[in-house]
Nanobody, 116 residues
Framework: QVQLVESGGGLVQPGGSLRLSCAAS????????VGWYRQAPGKQRELVAS???????NYAESVKGRFTISRDNAKNTVYLQMNSLAPEDTAVYYC??????????WGQGTQVTVSS
């Protein structure tokens, strides 16, 4: 069974940067069709970035131009580079498959807090 494990969150000042990692464990040939989701307090979880197939990337409008999703197939890891962070980016960030199914497992995520 393949599991995705998030890491890399933390506290950062507005305008700062963070890089999140999503590592796949278990029997997997290559990591593909993965997205980064986030859930802020009192809000629904939303998909902010995804990388599918041979490398097609999509972003939510709110993060376009600031976040970059990438993939290292040799390490079975997907990254989310987040620049120009703002307080509204504060959330728990999760990685999961795209599309995500009701039966897919959600990990603990990684907390990102943007505050001065």
């Amino acid at each position: 069974q393949v599991q995705l494990v998030e890491s890399g969150g933390g506290l950062v000042q507005p305008g700062g940067s963070l890089r999140l990692s999503c590592a796949a464990s278990g029997r997997i040939g290559s990591i593909s069709d993965v997205g980064w989701y986030r859930q802020a307090p009192g809000k629904q979880r939303e998909l902010v970035a995804s990388i599918v197939g041979s490398g097609s990337r999509n972003y939510a409008e709110s993060v376009k131009g600031r976040f970059t999703i990438s993939r290292d197939n040799a390490k079975n890891t997907v990254y989310l580079q987040m620049n120009s962070l703002a307080p509204e980016d504060t959330a728990v960030y999760y990685c999961n498959w795209v599309p995500v199914r009701a039966s897919d497992y959600w990990g603990q995520g990684t907390q990102v807090t943007v505050s001065s």
